[in-house]
Every structure is written in C-alpha cells, then in structure tokens.
C-alpha cells in the first residue's frame, strides 16, 4: 500500500500550523471542548494508540487495543505544553506511522484487530490504516476552522 497520502498531509500541516498564533492554539470556547491545541494533542495520542495497533496486529490478531481519548488528553496536559513540542510530536509520530505501514504485507493487512471498549468489534489492519487516516483529516479540518 502507498502511503505517499500521509506524508504529503504532514508536511502540508506543519506549513499551515504557521498561520495558527499562539493565542489560538490555546483558546477553550468551554471547559468541555477541546483547544487547538489539545485536539493536535489528541491526534498524537491516537498516533501513539494506532501504532501499537499496527504493530502488534501483524503479529497477534485480535488484540484488544483501545483508550479513553479524554483522559488521554487530560493526562498529557495537552494544554499546558508549549505548541512547538506537540507539532513535533505529532510530526514524528506520523512519519514513523508511514514507515510502519509501508512495510506491512498485503497478507497481513487481513489480520483483525479489536477497537471496542464495550461491545466487540473486529476490523482488518486495512481499514484501521485508512480509518486512521480520516481520522486525522477531520479533526485537522476542526483545527483549521474557527468556530471549535
């Protein structure tokens, strides 16, 4: 599989981080949403969880890997950590995602993985990928947009 796609989307946010200030990055509309800057952080979390997933399902098939997204993010302390340290976490994490998934046969992109912290649900490593994928792009999409 050609992850070309990932790579492209990396370098093309980490020239449109640019135009985001600090004060943006930062900004709560409410205690319950999250900042820019702990959504960029949310996406390292689920950088870090998908790796495992992609990983550990070329060789362990259903595995149950999954996290609690906002005790992730509260335990990070997205919010507190300067902006620089989170775009370079979440750029090497991604990159790293590319090299893992580039190497994965086609036969072991059938292996199936669980994601579910209640009621089991399976998917191939396939999907997981390209699942990962969309994702990233729809909460890049609410970093870049005003109104979160």
Not at 46 to 68: C, H, M, P, W
Not at 95 to 101: P, T
Request: proline residues 1%.
């Amino acid at each position: 599989m050609n992850y070309q796609i990932l790579k492209d989307i990396v370098e093309n946010q980490i020239v449109k981080f640019d135009s985001i200030s600090e004060s943006q990055w930062d900004e709560k509309l409410s205690d319950e949403k999250w900042s820019k800057k702990e959504i960029l952080g949310h996406l390292c979390d689920s950088a870090l969880t998908n790796i495992r997933r992609f990983v550990v399902t070329q060789y362990k098939e259903n595995e149950n890997i999954v996290y609690d997204q906002n005790f992730w993010v509260k335990a990070q302390n997205y919010q507190n950590t300067p902006i620089l340290d989170i775009i370079n976490l979440w750029k090497y994490l991604n990159l790293q995602i590319v090299n893992v998934v580039e190497n994965i046969s086609d036969e072991l992109l059938e292996n199936i993985c669980d994601t579910t912290k209640s009621e089991k649900q399976s998917f191939t490593l396939r999907f997981i990928i390209d699942d990962y994928i969309s994702h990233m792009n729809h909460h890049l999409k609410a970093i870049h947009n005003d109104k979160i």
